[in-house]
T-cell receptor
Framework: DQQVKQNSPSLSVQEGRISILNCDYTNSMFDYFLWYKKYPAEGPTFLISISSIKDKNEDGRFTVFLNKSAKHLSLHIVPSQPGDSAVYFCAASEDDYKLSFGAGTTVTVRA | GAGVSQSPRYKVAKRGQDVALRCDPISGHVSLFWYQQALGQGPEFLTY????????KSGLPSDRFFAERPEGSVSTLKIQRTQQEDSAVYLC?????????????FGPGTRLTVL
């Protein structure tokens, strides 16, 4: 059963605008959440994370929001740039090492 | 190289054949992970090593799957009697420590196709 769900398989956004990626989870024991970015033929690379004791974490153009009551997190990218075109995976963990991933959202940034 | 490397990058096997996939983690990284990524899906956890000890193999789909890391560095994932449902990208990741999961560095993966 999928404990982490990314319901939007794709997202197209104009350069300079905001990209919002969503992720829902079902396991209330998850205490750490991460976003990974993946280019074709490469492995995922870590982007940003958030602990369950926080509701927001910001790193440059990337901000992750966590709503524990709704079991929902989102990634905001602003402004979006062409190099942001990639697959973004949401991941969660409850035991310090094992990551559960969503299916990914393909982001395309249009010039 | 500074990153995690995996070989081969692509493997085509006939159903029933045995395959071995290799992972070279970042030097000095204690933890090593294997994930399986089916087409259109996210990576799914297979197994976890801390040095040479396999601490969690709960994600291995069947007893046809076997992983080892005998000297605490290079790891091999072996699949016996491959089946078509084994077709996937197999990702290896390494981490300097156990606790900081945001430090998992992934290799490029091995794409296995079973005919």
């Amino acid at each position: 059963d999928q404990q982490v769900k990314q319901n939007s398989p794709s997202l197209s956004v104009q350069e300079g605008r905001i990209s919002i990626l969503n992720c829902d989870y079902t396991n209330s024991m998850f205490d750490y959440f991460l976003w990974y970015k993946k280019y074709p033929a490469e492995g995922p690379t870590f982007l940003i994370s958030i602990s369950s004791i926080k509701d927001k974490n910001e790193d440059g153009r990337f901000t992750v929001f966590l709503n524990k009551s709704a079991k929902h997190l989102s990634l905001h990218i602003v402004p979006s740039q062409p190099g942001d075109s990639a697959v973004y995976f949401c991941a969660a963990s409850e035991d310090d090492y094992k990551l559960s991933f969503g299916a990914g959202t393909t982001v395309t940034v249009r010039a | 190289g500074a990153g995690v490397s995996q070989s081969p990058r692509y493997k085509v096997a006939k159903r029933g054949q045995d395959v071995a996939l290799r992972c070279d983690p970042i030097s000095g990284h204690v933890s090593l992970f294997w994930y399986q990524q089916a087409l259109g899906q996210g990576p799914e956890f297979l197994t976890y090593f801390q040095n040479e000890a396999q601490l969690d193999k709960s994600g291995l789909p069947s007893d046809r799957f076997f992983a080892e890391r005998p000297e605490g560095s290079v790891s091999t994932l072996k699949i016996q009697r491959t089946q078509q449902e084994d077709s996937a990208v197999y990702l290896c990741a390494s981490s300097m420590s156990q606790v900081s999961y945001n430090e998992q560095f992934f290799g490029p993966g091995t794409r296995l196709t079973v005919l």
